[in-house]
């Protein structure tokens, strides 16, 4: 659905445009059919900017990308066509009614029957009864919904969301968040751009890590295992320090600690390796309270990528 | 079509829910058409200089050739014409200019512009529709005022030449075709105006400078030293009608997405 092949975005700032900004170096990713991608980086990282490339508003410096199986920088028309973008902000036509906004993207994109399409997402999103009433006096997560719908409105087939859930209250956030998993069951290939790592860690299948380049990407499970390996804690009533060296030396452990009345064990396979630690803590008289995995959030991958990527600190 | 339509439509609906705007478009045609009217009123054929000939009208010398067989009263009144056919003809190129002027500017500051180039639109088919809903009151609501002042001046006594100068050829060539080539020349201008800044005064203000050639013709005229005839007009509706098409076609050249979305602050 997504293929970029080393696109880059150069700016020309300053008066005379003699300073270059780097805003995106040789991005090549890969996303799939009915994938929700998530997008994750600082602020001014480059997501904006490479949301605006692979929706054909701005051109890439170098590269090349093929959305929805057109070509960027001959096929704009078409993949403009093909794609729905909430924007990072709702844009919208605040004096017009809701209803009127949509009639006019539903338009603009050739939808055939627009007042269908029009009434089925303002149902959707629970607008219906506000229909005909100005957005300017919508609040915040009510423009962000008819944002939402706006992007749908064509039905595209891939749809990019720049920070859906910012600036919403945790209400109006959560509602376009479900619509979000509501999407993604409907097999939609979705591109988002997030500061939110929960959000990502619950709706996307793979997530890139980005600041100017891709610094990773994968699933946020594979991240955890490739950046922290797995770690299983014991927690013991009391905790003797020669069972560390002992531990450490059984096959597939690679780093063993005490934390206060708990044993944290580094291990490639707990599937395997757990029984073989539970046998030998029984044996040596260990009283077993609690197993369980230690889990590293996505923050906390996504802020040590960063870190590297800034020479260690943040 | 479908796109050029839409955008008409969005424009207007926003338009004319700004009563300021409403205001603002129906006061000068209505000063517009009110003072011809109420000047050829108060210089009426009781004025006191109806038996003395045109040279004694204290005219510009260069204006008296227009006033053959007249005598003063009438060559004031052609006089008087003159400037406000003039008006006519600037009020499609003022009243678009407005409208225009916010067009992209508008889009921008209010971060509608984004989703709206993300659309199929061309850019040939947003600055068509962003014309046109400008160009299309301006024109109509010039013709309208002209068809009020016309209709209006049957109602005031006026001799039969002060009436065949006000229905020669010229005005209507001025109103009906050098007016409506103004307003696309103020429109493409206004809208190129609003694509390159980033407040809607500045727009407004730099838009309004499309009127200072139009300004220095009125000028010419007052001081006598110009008198609008055919010829005069055949040549201005050939040079705009030139301007007009190169700006059209200049517009969709420096009308650059990426700059409009990523160069303002």
Redesign the interface.
């Known amino acids: 659905m997504i293929k970029t092949q080393k696109i880059s975005k150069t ?1 020309r700032i300053g008066k005379k445009g003699q300073t270059e900004l780097q805003a995106v170096q040789n991005l090549t990713l890969e996303v799939d059919k009915g994938e929700v991608f998530g997008f994750l980086g600082p602020n001014g990282a480059g997501k904006t900017t490479t949301v ?1 490339m692979l ?5 890439p410096s170098t590269g090349q990308a093929q959305i929805a199986g057109y070509e960027l920088g001959k096929q704009d ?2 993949i ?2 093909n ?1 729905g ?1 909430l ?1 990072e ?8 009614s809701a209803e ?1 906004n949509l009639t ?2 539903a ?4 939808v055939p029957d627009v007042a269908q399409a029009v009434n089925k997402y303002l149902s959707m999103l629970g607008l219906w009864e506000r229909r005909y009433d100005a957005v300017g006096s919508f609040s915040k997560g009510m423009r962000q919904k008819l ?1 939402v719908a ?2 749908l409105i064509h039905e595209p087939q891939i749809l990019f969301l720049d920070e859906p859930t910012t600036g919403l209250d945790p209400e109006a956030a959560k509602t376009v968040r479900n619509f979000i998993e509501e999407l993604k069951t409907q097999g939609r290939t979705i591109f988002m751009t997030t500061h939110n790592l929960d959000e990502a860690e619950r709706l996307c299948d793979r997530v890139g890590i980005f600041r100017q380049q891709l610094l990773t990407l994968d699933t946020p499970a594979n991240l955890r295992k490739q950046l922290f390996g797995r770690k299983v804690v014991f927690h013991l009533r009391e905790v003797n320090p020669i069972w560390v060296e002992e531990v450490s030396k059984l096959d597939g452990i690679s780093h063993v600690e005490i934390v206060e009345n708990k044993l944290v064990v580094s291990m490639q396979d707990p599937e395997q390796s757990n029984p073989i630690i539970i046998q030998y803590l029984v044996g040596v008289g260990a009283q077993i309270l609690f197993v369980g995995e230690l889990r590293h959030s996505l923050e906390q991958i996504y802020l040590e990528m960063v870190k590297t990527s800034q020479g260690g600190s943040l | 079509m479908r796109h050029i339509r839409t955008i008409i439509d969005k424009e207007w609906a926003e338009v004319f829910k700004n009563r300021m705007v409403i205001m603002t478009m129906a006061l000068l045609p209505l000063l517009f058409t009110a003072i011809p009217l109420l000047m050829l009123a108060f210089t009426g054929n009781g004025s006191q200089s109806v038996d003395l000939p045109a040279q004694s009208s204290g005219l510009p010398a260069g204006f008296l050739a227009a006033c053959e067989d007249m005598n003063a009263n009438e060559c004031m009144q052609v006089y008087l014409l003159n400037q406000s056919m003039l008006m006519f003809m600037m009020m499609p190129l003022m009243i678009p200019t407005t409208i225009a002027a916010y067009s992209i500017v508008g889009e921008k500051t209010t971060r509608s512009l984004e989703p709206l180039l993300a659309t199929p639109i061309t850019t040939l088919e947003l600055l068509a529709g962003k014309s046109l809903a400008a160009f299309i009151p301006g024109v109509l609501i010039t013709y309208g005022a002209y068809a009020v002042f016309l209709i209006g001046t049957h109602f005031l006594k006026i001799s039969a030449a002060v009436r065949a100068y006000l229905l020669s050829p010229v005005w209507f060539l001025g109103i009906l075709l050098l007016g409506p080539l103004l307003a696309v020349i103020g429109t493409m201008f206004a809208i190129f105006i609003s694509s390159r800044v980033s407040d809607p005064r500045v727009a407004e203000q730099l838009s309004g400078l499309v009127i200072l050639p139009l300004m220095l013709v009125l000028g010419i005229v007052l001081a006598g030293l110009l008198v609008i005839n055919l010829w005069f007009m055949l040549i201005s509706i050939l040079v705009c009608a030139l301007v007009a098409y190169a700006l059209l076609h200049l517009g969709t050249i420096v009308f650059d997405r990426e700059n409009i979305l990523t160069k303002w602050k």
């Open positions: 700016f605006r929706t054909a508003l701005i051109r028309t078409e403009r066509r794609v973008i924007t902000s709702p844009g919208m036509y605040e004096r017009l009127k006019i993207f338009n603009l994109y050739d944002a706006r992007a």
